[in-house]
DNA sequence: CTGGGGATGGGGCCC
DNA sequence: GGGGCCCCATCCCCA
């Protein structure tokens, strides 16, 4: 009996440290969650906070650009490197690695030729390089220069003022200026570089609006250099090592303003320790579809090609030691037209968003528009394709828009199929897609753009599918073979084709002299050949 | 030798 | 991601 009792003693007991263990638990997840509230709220705020010094930071950089333009003398060609204290890698320029890649094939800089920018390797210098357009077009070709820090050229710590009439500013170049022919500004700009992270900003200002591009390189593991001649591959290079190298990403979406004025995701936003580079532009008060027509002109060819440089060296990068996420990022601020969606770091988009933007502009403008494959039409058959202005791109281009009007045969155009689940419209062709990713891969049939690389063959692929079929060419893998004639194929398509052999299929048939083919291609081609007039 | 047609390889792209 | 179709290029055969 004192058993019984005992043990049930003991259960109430344990019952009761139970009910008080629940309880404290129950105080301990409210206290926890106070806290934690209280915590975000500081977070918020602190946010909010560094916003603002982040917007205060840009307004005195901004003006202390403009203060350098209205200050320095015309003539003068200088430039500014501010040495923040940071140990800048010697030799930089001028050694293995190269900080910024010139299309293959060229020898020479051009107008129109981007300048990519590499600070990969913890540059912390800050350069203000003031263009101003007439001294440019006076001292010729190549005024603007600049020294590594070991150099004790005392040119090494000037601002660069030239000035042009017209014409395009690529955005950088830090090796062998020499050589580079200075870019016709068709504004009074300014450029200011910023070293220390791997961002580079790009700001073309006026009193009212601000375009800013940011190109935000975030690189994984080693330094990787590009290398001119592998880059003269369309733009793609393969990396070694690797089967296969998607750069683009559609992540990082966003992180981009969308033209919104707000700071929130700004470049400034993406890293205080990463290299950046700043480039202010100014502009003629006024003037801003100029001046935007001038940022478009990026897209035309010199940002594309800007771009794919970039691009580019993501291809260089290995697979195996991390991610590169290569993203470009336009910003405006001020009078933003409402339809803009155009940032370069849309993950696939490449330069092509400048073309939307300026579609945009045109529409807001109310500028005789054109439709989206009159504008890209328009453009610089070089733009579209992602490598250096070689005869390919040109072949690009003509498939791009063959493709583009297949596209349209096969059932493209204005949202084909069902359009309940194809809401995702391209914005070239206007074709409907049923999710996001497949827009996304399917807009590369316009933009030209091929991320995927083979790695033995440098051959590049819209999609990867394409290049894994396509490494089968390489291996020798033919897993598909005939069972009447033992022949083998890499792929299934091609087995299904040539079973027609044996049966003797030929579902094609000419209207006009009743042959059959096995290939429509072979029907079609027939009746160029023998029915042409008809 | 030439041209038409067949077979095949391979890229583009949609489903 | 894979299947499938389209297309083009190339090679070969043959009338």
Request: hydrophobic share 30%.
């Given at each position: 009996?004192?058993?019984?009792?005992?043990?049930?003693?003991?259960?109430?007991?344990?019952?009761?440290?139970?009910?008080?263990?629940?309880?404290?638990?129950?105080?301990?997840?409210?206290?926890?969650?106070?806290?934690?509230?209280?915590?975000r709220l500081?977070?918020?705020?602190?946010?909010?906070?560094?916003?603002?010094?982040?917007?205060?930071?840009?307004?005195?950089?901004?003006k202390?650009?403009?203060?350098?333009?209205?200050?320095?003398?015309?003539?003068?060609?200088?430039?500014?490197?501010?040495?923040?204290?940071?140990?800048?890698?010697?030799?930089?320029?001028?050694?293995?690695?190269?900080?910024?890649?010139?299309?293959?094939?060229?020898?020479?800089?051009?107008?129109?030729?981007?300048?990519t920018?590499?600070?990969?390797?913890?540059?912390?210098?800050?350069?203000?390089?003031v263009?101003?357009?007439?001294?440019?077009?006076?001292?010729?070709p190549?005024?603007k220069q600049?020294?590594?820090?070991?150099?004790?050229?005392?040119?090494?710590?000037?601002?660069?003022?030239?000035?042009?009439?017209?014409?395009?500013?690529?955005p950088v170049?830090?090796?062998?200026?020499?050589?580079?022919?200075?870019?016709?500004?068709?504004?009074?700009?300014?450029?200011?570089?910023?070293?220390?992270?791997?961002?580079a900003?790009?700001?073309?200002?006026?009193?009212?609006?601000?375009?800013?591009?940011?190109?935000?390189?975030?690189?994984?593991?080693?330094?990787?250099?590009?290398?001119?001649?592998?880059?003269?591959?369309?733009?793609?290079?393969?990396a070694?090592?690797?089967?296969?190298?998607?750069?683009?990403?559609?992540s990082?979406?966003?992180?981009?303003?969308?033209?919104?004025?707000d700071?929130d995701?700004?470049?400034?936003?993406?890293?205080?320790?990463?290299?950046?580079?700043?480039?202010?532009?100014?502009?003629?008060?006024?003037?801003?579809?100029?001046?935007l027509?001038?940022?478009?002109?990026?897209s035309?060819?010199?940002?594309?090609?800007?771009?794919?440089?970039?691009?580019?060296?993501?291809?260089?990068?290995k697979?195996?030691?991390?991610?590169?996420?290569?993203?470009?990022?336009?910003?405006?601020?001020?009078?933003?037209?409402?339809?803009?969606n155009?940032?370069?770091?849309?993950?696939?988009?490449?330069?092509?968003?400048?073309?939307?933007?300026?579609?945009?502009?045109?529409?807001?403008?109310?500028?005789?528009?054109?439709?989206?494959?009159?504008?890209?039409?328009?453009?610089?058959?070089v733009?579209?394709?992602?490598?250096?202005s070689?005869?390919?791109?040109?072949?690009?281009?003509?498939?791009?828009?063959?493709?583009?009007?297949?596209?349209?045969?096969?059932?493209?155009?204005?949202?084909?199929?069902?359009?309940?689940?194809?809401?995702?419209?391209?914005?070239?062709?206007?074709?409907?897609?049923?999710?996001?990713?497949?827009?996304?891969?399917?807009?590369?049939?316009?933009t030209?753009?091929?991320p995927?690389?083979?790695?033995?063959?440098?051959?590049?692929?819209?999609q990867?599918?394409?290049?894994?079929?396509?490494?089968?060419?390489?291996?020798?893998?033919?897993?598909y073979?005939?069972?009447?004639?033992?022949?083998?194929?890499?792929?299934?398509?091609?087995?299904?084709?040539?079973?027609?052999?044996?049966?003797?299929?030929?579902?094609?048939?000419?209207t006009?002299?009743?042959?059959r083919?096995?290939?429509?291609?072979?029907?079609?081609?027939?009746?160029?050949?023998?029915?042409?007039?008809?």
């Open positions: 009996m004192a058993n019984v009792n005992c043990m049930g003693f003991h259960t109430q007991i344990a019952s009761i440290i139970e009910v008080l263990a629940n309880a404290a638990v129950a105080e301990i997840c409210k206290l926890v969650d106070d806290d934690y509230a209280v915590f500081e977070m918020s705020q602190s946010q909010k906070e560094n916003r603002g010094l982040r917007r205060k930071l840009q307004i005195l950089e901004l202390v650009a403009r203060e350098r333009v209205l200050t320095s003398r015309p003539s003068s060609v200088k430039i500014l490197d501010r040495y923040r204290g940071m140990a800048r890698g010697e030799g930089h320029l001028t050694g293995g690695h190269r900080s910024f890649v010139k299309p293959a094939g060229h020898n020479t800089w051009r107008d129109d030729q981007p300048i920018v590499d600070e990969g390797s913890g540059t912390s210098t800050q350069h203000v390089i263009i101003e357009s007439a001294d440019a077009e006076a001292a010729g190549g005024v600049e020294r590594t820090e070991g150099e004790k050229d005392p040119r090494h710590s000037r601002d660069i003022q030239t000035e042009t009439a017209a014409g395009v500013m690529p170049a830090t090796e062998d200026l020499h050589t580079a022919a200075v870019p016709q500004a068709r504004t009074r700009r300014s450029i200011l570089e910023v070293s220390g992270t791997p961002n900003v790009l700001k073309s200002k006026t009193d009212t609006e601000t375009l800013t591009v940011t190109h935000r390189l975030l690189h994984t593991g080693s330094d990787h250099r590009s290398d001119p001649e592998r880059l003269g591959r369309l733009g793609c290079p393969p070694s090592g690797s089967e296969y190298l998607p750069v683009f990403h559609q990082q979406r966003m992180d981009h303003s969308r033209g919104d004025g700071g995701g700004d470049a400034l936003d993406t890293g205080v320790d990463d290299l950046s580079c700043s480039y202010a532009t100014e502009m003629d008060p006024g003037n801003m579809p100029l001046g027509e001038t940022q478009t002109d990026l035309r060819g010199e940002w594309n090609r800007y771009s794919s440089s970039v691009y580019s060296e993501g291809c260089l990068d697979k195996s030691e991390g991610l590169v996420v290569d993203e470009v990022t336009v910003k405006l601020e001020g009078n933003v037209p409402p339809t803009w155009g940032h370069l770091g849309d993950g696939h988009s490449q330069g092509r968003d400048f073309l939307d933007y300026r579609e945009s502009l045109e529409t807001n403008q109310n500028v005789a528009t054109h439709s989206l494959l009159h504008a890209f039409r328009d453009r610089d058959p733009s579209t394709s992602m490598g250096p070689d005869s390919h791109s040109h072949i690009l281009f003509d498939q791009v828009l063959n493709s583009n009007d297949r596209s349209r045969a096969q059932g493209g155009g204005a949202t084909s199929g069902n359009s309940k689940e194809k809401r995702f419209l391209c914005m070239f062709c206007n074709k409907g897609f049923s999710c996001p990713q497949k827009v996304e891969i399917h807009k590369r049939v316009h030209g753009e091929k995927f690389s083979c790695t033995q063959c440098h051959v590049c692929f819209a990867a599918g394409d290049l894994k079929r396509h490494q089968r060419v390489h291996s020798g893998e033919k897993p073979s005939c069972p009447q004639c033992e022949k083998r194929f890499s792929r299934q398509d091609q087995l299904k084709r040539h079973h027609m052999v044996h049966t003797r299929e030929r579902p094609f048939a000419c006009h002299c009743r042959k083919f096995s290939e429509r291609s072979y029907l079609r081609i027939h009746q160029q050949k023998n029915h042409s007039t008809l």
